[in-house]
Each structure stands twice: as structure tokens, then as C-alpha cells.
């Protein structure tokens, strides 16, 4: 079964986010925290992670760089999810290591 990760520190969308994913066959490890969800990353390797940019404790690009740069986590995917974002956003997350950027509402 794929692990997904995904942190995010607004309980009512993590909630959401983990159901839905559940629903459709995924194991789902959840964090509100950015460093417990970084430390979550290293030690399950997670087949992805799903990454809020705006986070309490560390944002969601200095998650990126930590994964990113860490040889047991670089080869993990992580998508960004953030009701909006600009197109300096997007584009700095993705040329600093992220696979995708979602705007929510989404389907």
C-alpha cells in the first residue's frame, strides 16, 4: 500500500485531506507540525508528502529544503497545497525541488 504524508497545521483540512486519501486506498501518516512531519519523512519514507506552504513552526519551502537535501528523503515526491499562491510561488517551489503546486478548492 502507497504512504502518503501529509502536513498541514489546519486540523480541519488534515482531517479532510487524510479521509479522502484513506477512502481511496492510500495509508495516510498525518502531522500539524513541520518538524515532526520532516522527522515522520526520514524515518517511514513515505511515498510522497503532501505539504502545506504555510506552516507554525517552519514554512512548507524550508520542509522542501530539508527533505530535498537530506540523501535518505530527496527522492521523495512533495506536492504543495495552499489556497492561493502566486506565480513566483509556484515558481520558486518548483525550482527549489517540489514535483507539483495545488491551489485548493480542489476536486
Known sequence: MKKILIIENNSDLLNKYSITLQNAGYEVITSSNSNNGVNLAINIKPHLVLCNTQLDDMNGFEVLSKLTTNPLTTKIPI????????????KYGIENGADDFITNPFQ
Open 79 to 90: 506536492i504543495f497545497i495552499k489556497p492561493t499562491s502566486s506565480t513566483d510561488e509556484i
